[in-house]
């Protein structure tokens, strides 16, 4: 399998990068990658060719993106054909998709009206009113250049290399454990070439985010406690200590807002959507509210 580390290292993910307002920014992708030599092939050679997705318009390497997760997935699935495989149907919308389009058409509309008193009717159950009706329409464009909603949105992964359940696919590269340590900030001393591939991604974050800033930044996934990657992430570059939040006698995550040549950021710092003990739709709801009492001022 060709694995160009560098390329993987610089590619950020899908969606309008430089104009999202909303940020959703995970710790690591799903581990159900099946067809991986066929992600990473998209990634490497496919997405990102137009300098126009290149976020110095002057170097690749310097962070490059797709305009369309949509697109994206047909390029994955005509290389699949191409190999002889078909995907399985995933079997409904994904989290990363359900959760973040009800935060977004919440707190656009909030923001507009400048009250929080429809934000509840963004998180219910999805039926026949204009509510559902507008949820599933974003399902298909929120990670795309021009939506239908005035907020845009961007989805990336803090660690650069997509997963697969099973064996580690990147031995050749370098060892699991090394990888896990220095991209989850483990005890043990950091195997000195893969920091430097951290450090880089988020050389590569930081310019983003200077460059083109987000209304939100909603990080997910995997959250153990406060010193974790991405408090260290905003606490070096922004000057930003993320606090504690609460849902009822619970610590969900950290919060927090920083300004940068005049623009207000939220950073929430939370776990994943739903699976393996991540947040509730319910919960998501009230860190809407949570995001809205720092934005609406």
Same mark, same amino acid.
């Given at each position: 399998?060709?694995?160009?580390?560098?390329? =993987?290292?610089?590619? =950020?993910?899908?969606?309008?990068?430089?104009?999202?307002?909303?940020?959703?920014?995970?710790?690591?992708?799903?581990?159900?990658?099946?067809?991986?030599?066929?992600?990473?092939?998209?990634?490497?050679?496919?997405?990102?060719?137009?300098?126009?997705?290149?976020?110095?318009?002057?170097?690749?390497?310097?962070?490059?993106?797709?305009?369309?997760?949509?697109?994206?997935?047909?390029?994955?699935?005509?290389?699949?054909?191409?190999?002889?495989?078909?995907?399985?149907?995933?079997?409904?919308?994904?989290?990363?998709?359900?959760?973040?389009?009800?935060?977004?058409?919440? =707190?656009?509309?909030?923001?507009?009206?400048?009250?929080?008193?429809?934000?509840?009717?963004?998180?219910?159950?999805?039926?026949?009113?204009?509510?559902?009706?507008?949820?599933?329409?974003?399902?298909?464009?929120?990670?795309?250049?021009?939506?239908?909603?005035?907020?845009?949105?961007?989805?990336?992964?803090?660690?650069?290399?997509?997963?697969?359940?099973?064996?580690?696919?990147?031995?050749?590269?370098?060892?699991?454990?090394?990888?896990?340590?220095?991209?989850?900030?483990?005890?043990?001393?950091?195997?000195?070439?893969?920091?430097?591939?951290?450090?880089?991604?988020?050389?590569?974050?930081?310019?983003?985010?200077?460059?083109?800033?987000?209304?939100?930044?909603?990080?997910?996934?995997?959250?153990?406690?406060?010193?974790?990657?991405?408090?260290?992430?905003?606490?070096?570059?922004?000057?930003?200590?993320?606090?504690?939040?609460?849902?009822?006698?619970?610590?969900?995550?950290?919060?927090?807002?920083?300004?940068?040549?005049?623009?207000?950021?939220?950073?929430?710092?939370?776990?994943?959507?739903?699976?393996?003990?991540?947040?509730?739709?319910?919960?998501?709801?009230?860190?809407?509210?949570?995001?809205?009492?720092? =934005?609406?001022?």
């Amino acid at each position: 399998m060709d694995i160009n580390i560098n390329t =993987l290292n610089s590619f =950020l993910g899908y969606g309008d990068f430089r104009n999202a307002d909303m940020l959703v920014w995970s710790k690591h992708e799903g581990a159900n990658n099946d067809f991986l030599k066929q992600e990473l092939d998209a990634r490497i050679r496919h997405f990102g060719k137009n300098e126009e997705y290149w976020l110095d318009k002057t170097n690749r390497l310097n962070g490059y993106w797709h305009s369309s997760a949509e697109e994206a997935g047909e390029i994955k699935r005509s290389l699949m054909a191409d190999a002889g495989l078909q995907q399985m149907d995933g079997g409904g919308v994904p989290f990363v998709v359900n959760y973040p389009s009800r935060i977004l058409l919440a =707190l656009e509309e909030a923001l507009e009206k400048k009250s929080n008193r429809n934000i509840d009717q963004w998180f219910n159950s999805l039926g026949t009113d204009r509510y559902s009706a507008k949820i599933q329409h974003t399902f298909g464009e929120i990670y795309e250049y021009n939506p239908s909603s005035n907020w845009k949105a961007a989805l990336s992964h803090y660690q650069p290399l997509p997963r697969r359940n099973g064996t580690w696919p990147y031995a050749d590269l370098f060892n699991h454990k090394d990888y896990a340590n220095v991209f989850g900030l483990g005890e043990l001393p950091e195997n000195q070439a893969i920091a430097a591939i951290r450090d880089r991604r988020e050389e590569i974050f930081a310019d983003l985010l200077k460059r083109y800033p987000k209304k939100l930044i909603f990080c997910t996934g995997n959250y153990t406690g406060y010193q974790d990657s991405f408090y260290n992430f905003f606490k070096r570059e922004f000057d930003l200590t993320l606090k504690p939040f609460r849902i009822g006698r619970q610590v969900k995550g950290l919060s927090g807002v920083f300004t940068y040549e005049g623009n207000k950021t939220v950073v929430i710092n939370t776990q994943g959507f739903a699976f393996g003990g991540g947040l509730a739709l319910d919960e998501v709801r009230l860190i809407t509210r949570l995001i809205y009492s720092y =934005l609406k001022d």
